[in-house]
């Protein structure tokens, strides 16, 4: 069963005392809740200056919530065998004691919609409410990347279109065949977005209404196209109008998916609007992975500061303000590099610890960060400090302007080359001036977003002979594509453009192609 709470807004606490306990225990109920969020609100809007969507509050068990994680968060969605999977997955893993569920999921929609657990206490609601509710909320309305890129009044609806729109194919060409255009699209959904091209905020309402229209004035032009085009190699004529017809195609393409749903000469005009589907969820979805370590940093700043002045206020008790304190610990602690964590910063631990440190060299500034922060030591306003970073930064621009010496040696970060022509390790960057400088360099680094996605184009199209794709990959140096991922991945993008496919691995230094790999459409 699924709860859902509306938010009055502000207010002194609703049914709780002006000034006195929001709740004592651990029991909930949804007035303690609305009480709850109604404090947590007037701190946020008088203290911090939070800009929010509106919220809608929602309270799920714990297999509502794996059900969660298989969608991505969303509340709707398209079928597909993929997400039934990945629930068994989590659910035996949850079962068996080897993971445990998010308190909460937050989604980037208008209005904002907030998944809290039933299971939870009466505390961990409220941590959570100022968590999603008001530090994700903020952050979402407010970053630039998800201004340029997303359209949060808008995915709800396009998700009902698409689920409504994949169901009908269902019942018309049958399951299988749907299940076929899904499961090749969704191999290549990671390189189904735009990201070189400029910002291209999706309208996704327009697109859901201009759907029919588009089909079929693509599949009349597209048609015309391929009917022009010989089979055969020609003369000079023939290579002219082949030349014409690769810059009617728009190469070279960046976007596999869009290409394909424009030009690929055997799709159905449904199945074009299938890859479209997927290809708006995955552009939708693109700026997540920039911004994670931003955004779960400035949530758990707020809810921190938040909790805290709960507490300031007499609004939560001692036994509360230390659950608060144990559970931002767990959430905020950094593995060590041989406990397991991983080679990645947990992206709470940086976040908050660069949001706590910047809130703090704007106050109370050492002689060090005069240095290093000139433009913000000391200068009084860590919240509109912080605000202006939520706005304006993406990961790797964040930290590449406000990783502190500070903050590097409370990680112990040093940095270590691994040159292949030597038998040792060398440690090229510790904590000195240059040290600080190159440290900070090489962990922005790893927030690049051109270090997620495989850099691959199509580049060419053998419209004069076989109709062959070509595709490039500019790979950087000791990073080759997986020979047996890059031939199932070929498979499925032969099976949606209806020919063969070759892919040309091309040293970024050199130029020089050093592997190829092909595949054809199964018959």
């Known amino acids: 069963m699924m709860n859902q709470i509306t938010p009055k807004g502000g207010g002194d606490g609703g049914g709780a005392r002006p000034g006195g306990l929001l709740y004592s225990g651990n029991d909930w109920n949804f007035q303690i809740l609305r009480d709850c969020y109604d404090a947590i609100a007037e701190i946020a809007d008088k203290e911090l200056g939070l ?60 209005p904002c919609i907030n998944y809290l657990m039933e299971e939870n206490s009466a505390t961990m609601q409220a941590l959570v409410i100022a968590h999603a509710a008001f530090g994700h909320n903020h952050f979402f309305r407010n970053n630039r990347l998800f201004r340029e890129w997303t359209d949060p009044s808008e995915i709800l609806d396009y998700l009902e279109f698409a689920r409504g729109f994949i169901a009908r194919c269902e019942e018309r060409h049958g399951v299988r065949a749907v299940e076929r255009i899904l499961d090749a699209a969704h191999a290549l959904q990671n390189q189904g977005v735009h990201r070189h091209s400029g910002a291209r905020k999706l309208d996704l309402k327009a697109e859901q209404q201009r759907a029919r229209e588009r089909r079929a004035y693509e599949d009349s032009m597209f048609n015309d196209l391929w009917r022009t085009l010989p089979t055969e190699p020609a003369g000079e004529e023939g290579q002219a109008e082949g030349a014409l017809a ?128 000139p433009d913000i030591a000391g200068n009084g306003d860590p919240i509109g400090t912080l605000r202006h970073a939520w706005a304006e930064y993406r990961d790797e621009s964040f930290i590449q302007q406000f990783l502190s010496p500070k903050v590097i040696r409370d990680f112990r970060m040093f940095r270590l080359r691994d040159d292949t022509s030597q038998p040792y390790l060398l440690v090229d960057a510790i904590h000195d001036e240059a040290g600080y400088r190159d440290i900070r360099r090489s962990v922005a680094l790893t927030y690049d977003p051109g270090t997620f996605y495989t850099e691959i184009e199509i580049v060419d199209v053998d419209l004069l002979g076989d109709r062959t794709l070509v595709l490039e990959h500019r790979s950087r140096t000791g990073q080759m594509l997986q020979p047996g991922d890059a031939r199932q991945t070929l498979d499925y993008l032969a099976l949606l453009w209806g020919y063969g496919v070759i892919l040309k691995e091309i040293d970024s230094q050199t130029g020089t192609v050093v592997t190829t790999h092909s595949a054809k459409p199964s018959a």
């Open 246 to 373: 690769r810059r009617l195609l728009g190469l070279p393409e960046e976007n596999l998916l869009y290409f394909l749903e424009k030009n690929a000469p055997r799709l159905a005009s449904w199945e074009r609007e299938i890859i479209r589907i997927v290809r708006m969820v995955a552009q939708y979805f693109y700026p997540q992975p920039q911004v994670k370590m931003m955004n779960e940093g400035c949530a758990t700043w707020v809810h921190s500061y938040i909790m805290r002045r709960l507490h300031e206020l007499g609004r939560i008790d001692d036994a509360a303000y230390l659950e608060v304190i144990h559970s931002t610990s767990n959430v905020i602690s950094q593995p060590g590099f041989d406990a397991g964590g991983g080679p990645s910063f947990n992206p709470y631990a940086l976040g908050y610890a660069m949001m706590t440190d910047i809130a703090r060299i704007c106050e109370t500034p050492t002689e060090e960060d005069r240095t290093w922060f």
């Open 51 to 110: 800009e929010l969507y509106a919220n809608r509050i929602e309270i799920i068990t714990s297999e509502q919530m794996l059900d969660v994680y298989t969608s991505h968060g969303m509340p709707l969605g398209y079928k597909h065998w993929s997400f039934g999977k990945r629930f068994i997955g989590h659910e035996n893993a949850y079962r068996r004691g080897l993971m445990g569920l998010a308190y909460e999921v937050v989604i980037n929609s208008d």
